[in-house]
């Protein structure tokens, strides 16, 4: 039988993780809220996409995916399965909703559809799910880098004149009518290819669960210390290619650089929450709990960033969209974190959890749980 862990016994290193994710998820959103095109970036823009490129994209999307699987994992070993079904029921609901009404980029849908298969695997013995992790991998790497041969540039709608203009200049019905056919049209290819990709990392989160490094970083030192030098010996290389050649304006650069992506994403991914565990594990991770604050309150703040967001780029709000470059972007987010940090401190002095975890545990449980 398994000893529930109670809140206080936690380790702050998954919420620390968890937060600093979605500060680098929203530095690496903004390119799509702000409607840049990467690769047309010049000057300090150019050099700020480049700095994006090699530290955080693919990095902390990665790093989000592998905390959910592991959080699942140790959900269903403290309660069972039965209630994890109405909580994805719940975030599949939220998700739905987020991306019609709010923004077109929502990875809450995707997270809740592809948990439902990650479900039916946690009980998998850890053997089987380590084999299968490769190939999960490697066939969503692969079929999203052809299919941006096939198609052209990944990002290409951002450039278009119809969405420059719906998401410039148009009212919230009118962005609203182009932005709810979008997401809920490409919501089932996203889950197609992206995926297998979501559910390897996920697995990856499940097995970093099971060998308890997330509650006991102390005792994994070994095991972090080569963690973090295959991090470097794969990742740099991988991103710094990544990040020359995402700068480049040709379908075949682009297909390379959507598959070094993925490969440089996770080694840095990896990178990074081994040097979070080990300065967590050595006791030296005081001055990183204002990120654990924003990691209790994920949910909210992801939802938050969205919503500000959208106000300031969209025609309905402040029509930023497809004014500025990667440079504004960048400092635009980093200012934005730093309010969510102080916000996030601030609520959590009054309130034990925020106000989209509420509602995902009234939307599971029917009532308020303790």
Known sequence: MTVPITRSERSLLPDILRGLAIGGILLVNLQNFAGYVPWLQSGPDRSAQAFIDFFFNGKFVSTFAMLFGAGMALSVARSGSARQVRRLLALLLIGVLHGVLVWVGDILANYALVAFVLLALLRAPTALLAAVIPALLGF???????????????????????????????????????????????????????????????????????????????????????????????????NLAFTALAAQDSVSAQFWATLLRFAGGLAFALLYGALLALLVGAGRGRWLRPLASVGQLALSNYLLASLVCTFVFNGYGLGLYGRWGALNSLLFALVLFVVQVLLSRWYLQYFSRGPAEWLLRRLTYGRERP
Not at 153 to 179: K, N, P
Not at 204 to 221: C, K, N, T, W, Y
Not at 224 to 235: D, E, K, R
């Open 140 to 238: 969503t790497a692969l079929s999203v880098s052809l299919l941006a041969l096939v198609s052209g540039h990944e990002s290409a709608d951002i450039s278009s004149a119809g969405v420059h203009a719906a998401y410039q200049q148009g009212s919230y019905l009118e962005v609203l009518s182009f932005r709810a056919p979008q997401f809920l049209g490409e919501l089932p290819g996203i889950v197609m290819f992206y995926g297998p990709w979501l559910l390897g990392l996920f697995l990856i989160g499940v097995l970093i669960a099971r060998s308890g490094v997330l509650q006991r970083p102390q005792e994994f030192r070994g095991p972090l210390w080569l963690t973090v030098t295959l991090g470097l010996v794969l990742g740099v290389p991988l």
